[in-house]
């Protein structure tokens, strides 16, 4: 009897050991705050900016990125002496935080095997499920950073000069310097702000620089590296759809290797079976994008974007921003196949 007693309990307690200690490490460590794949300056900063704010809340949290920071983002950590966040793509069993981004194709591809507590982005409704009621912040403005400015303001925290300068750069960044129809007045009121704790007096001078430093590669980078800067995977009815989005200031040092995209381009297409891709080459100044087209449908997508195609690409006029302007007319072109 008692032995029997005695076999059970080491029993229940191998059994704890087995099913409790591999989640046990996630409750002592801190929360991972993630912007996208590919990360821009807003994914970056937010990350940073965010786990800085939840740690001041009694919540300890570190930013972490899924890739390098590209040359703009680069020089706003430079500029403003902050540390880059730690590389990290296994967030397997950890809690998560998703900053600028909602959806499972722009995650870290454990996701799911990870707790999400939290979102805090500026993209349309996206894919994420979670097993329970988690915070999430979703707000049509300009930029991530905008938000979190907003939930700095409401806890009354004080955000430190370098990262006021870090959310600075993302916005600035995310609205190409306000130019972009994705921005709002809170885009605006929050630039105002973070310019001056970080001490930053000339905004628009400020973004010039920002923007130039991040076109230093622009004629000398690998085009592949080019055109995975800023590249989007997306699932539209079914149909794989990538969208890669380069801006420039210098529009003409993107313009000049426009068919390097594009056999690029012809690669991936028939290399990772993607249905179509589109790469839209900003023109800061003339408020406008060179759209290049690969795959099929490209007829449907030049009409609902205006585009007058010509050797697979043409000029959209007033076409800025991906996420407002350009996504939601492909999701109408694959929904109506
Ligand atoms: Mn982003
Ligand atoms: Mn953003």
């Known amino acids: 009897m008692m032995f029997t007693k005695i076999l059970n309990f080491l029993k229940t307690a191998l059994i704890c050991q087995v099913l409790v200690m591999p989640i046990m490490p996630a409750f002592g460590l801190p929360i991972l705050v993630v912007g996208h794949k590919n990360p821009d300056s807003d994914s970056i900063f937010s990350a940073i900016s965010l786990a800085h704010l939840k740690t001041q809340q009694g919540q300890p949290s570190i930013a972490i990125a899924l890739g390098k920071p590209n040359p703009e983002t680069q020089f706003g950590l430079d500029f403003f002496k902050l540390e880059a966040p730690q590389m990290m793509t296994d967030v397997a069993t950890r809690k998560v935080i998703l900053v600028d981004h909602n959806t499972y194709s722009q995650a870290p591809d454990d996701i799911k095997q990870a707790k999400i507590v939290g979102i805090v982005d500026h993209h349309s409704l996206g894919d994420i499920s979670t097993d329970e009621p988690i915070e999430v912040l979703i707000k049509p403005v300009g930029c991530t950073n905008t938000i979190i400015w907003q939930l700095y303001q409401q806890a009354g925290i004080p955000i430190p000069a370098s990262i006021a300068g870090g959310m600075l750069t993302a916005i600035l960044s995310d609205t190409l310097g306000f130019r972009s129809p994705t921005t709002t007045e809170s885009d605006q009121i929050a630039a105002k702000s973070l310019a001056s704790i970080a001490g930053i007096e000339d905004l628009q001078n400020f ?8 076109e230093v590669d622009l004629k000398t980078a690998p085009i592949g590296n080019l055109l995975q800067r800023d590249f989007k995977n997306f699932e539209m009815s079914g149909y794989k759809v990538g969208v890669a989005n380069l801006s420039a200031f210098n ?5 000049v290797r426009k068919n390097e995209f594009y056999e690029e381009m012809l690669k991936l297409v028939n290399q990772q079976g993607y249905e179509t891709l589109v790469l839209m080459l900003t023109d ?4 406008g994008s060179e759209i290049v087209l690969v795959g099929t449908h490209q007829k449907e997508i030049a009409k609902a974007l205006n585009v007058t ?5 043409g000029w959209a006029a007033g076409v800025m921003s991906r996420k407002k302007q350009v996504v939601p007319l492909l999701e109408m072109v694959f929904q109506n196949k």
């Open 284 to 287: 800061v100044q003339a408020k």
């Open 309 to 313: 195609l010509n050797n697979h690409s």
């Open 207 to 214: 973004a010039q620089q920002m923007f130039l430093a991040g």
């Open 251 to 255: 529009f003409e040092l993107l313009n």
